[in-house]
């Protein structure tokens, strides 16, 4: 069964720190990876998701994540954070192990606190 | 972008009462819904895959019998949790599919005194 690995269960950053979340899936063929954020008493919102292609994605609110197949990982990054990225964040695959492609597996989440 | 609703947001019962939740999806139709439950501090864990048209189908350790998930149509399904008790407090989300993306509902939290 797929599987999602984030290793980083609790972050605290000051502001304008750079940020990088690892995220690692389980090995399942070709696999689609998102990443969501959650920000306090709101519902999930999707940041970025990869598919195929360039393996450098660009999402909303400066975020970007780099899908390295050899590595099966598929890391968060922002260059610069600010306080209103407080959030947890989730990253999560489908694919053929998930059972399906509509099937999500997420992460345990990782929760960013950033200090002004 | 797509929306997905959810109702109630929150919802307060008596153990051994059910609760309904609904979720919709409001600019799209959805064949397929998912239900997730999240503990605090915890990930979404897929429950069971709604389907219109056709029966539920439930992730391993799920009870079908407790959690009943109903496909009315394609833009609405329910989820109702038949007598309630204090583990079933949670957060209960669901989220649709449109194209490659999936969205999620607000969720629903869950309290059972």
């Known amino acids: ?116 | 972008g797509a929306v997905v609703s959810q109702h109630p947001s929150w919802v307060i019962c008596k153990s051994g009462t059910s609760v309904k939740i609904e979720c919709r999806s409001l600019d799209f139709q959805a064949t397929t819904m998912f239900w997730y439950r999240q503990f605090p501090k915890q990930s979404l864990m897929l429950m069971a895959t709604s389907n219109e048209g056709s029966k539920a189908t439930y992730e391993q350790g799920v009870e079908k019998d407790k959690f009943l998930i109903n496909h009315a149509s394609l833009t609405l399904s329910t989820l109702t949790v038949t007598s309630a008790h204090p583990e079933d407090s949670s957060f209960y989300i669901c989220s649709a599919p449109t194209g490659d993306t999936q969205y999620f509902g607000p969720g629903t939290r869950l309290t059972v005194l």
């Open chain 1, 1 to 116: 069964a797929q599987s999602v690995s984030q290793h980083n269960h609790h972050v605290i950053l000051s502001e304008a720190a750079s940020l990088e979340l690892g995220c690692n899936y389980s090995y399942g063929g070709t696999v689609n990876l998102f990443w969501y954020v959650q920000y306090p008493g709101q519902h999930l919102q999707l940041l970025l998701k990869y598919f195929s292609g360039d393996p450098l994605v660009k999402g909303i609110k400066g975020f970007e994540a780099e899908f390295i197949k050899s590595k099966f990982s598929f890391n968060l990054r922002k260059p610069s954070v600010q306080w209103s990225d407080t959030a947890e964040y989730f990253c999560a695959v489908n694919g053929p192990l998930s059972g399906g492609y509509n099937k999500l597996i997420f992460g345990a989440g990782t929760r960013l606190a950033v200090h002004p």
